[in-house]
């Protein structure tokens, strides 16, 4: 949910005339996040730097997690040796 209350939403003009101040709202942890609207929908969101890190940092976490969730069922006949990874790697 993009919106959790109406003070997080702000139009494209406003983001445009008060930048400095919604920037600082943001990095001292006044504001979470905002939604920039255009046309009265939601263009952009804008957010601290380390708050966006974390939510990438997480997702590729939770990617990893699927991908290796989806390995654990691999049959064991479907394993790769580590000679023949050895051998891939070299041909490459």
């Not at 979470?32 to 263009?43: E, F, K, L, T």
């Not at 890190?53 to 990893?64: G, K």
């Not at 991908?67 to 040796?81: D, E, I, Q």
Request: hydrophobic share 40%; glycine share 4%.
């Amino acid at each position: 949910m993009l919106l959790k209350r109406a003070d997080q939403a702000i139009s494209s003009t406003d983001l445009q005339k008060k930048t400095r101040e919604l920037l600082d709202r943001i990095s001292n942890g006044r504001q979470d996040h905002y939604v920039v609207m255009r046309d009265n929908r939601p263009a952009a969101v804008l957010m601290a730097t380390e708050r966006y890190e974390a939510l990438i940092e997480e997702l590729e976490d939770l990617r990893i997690e699927s991908v290796a969730r989806a390995r654990l069922g691999t049959p064991r006949k479907n394993y790769v040796s580590r000679k023949g990874m050895d051998a891939f790697i070299e041909s490459l």
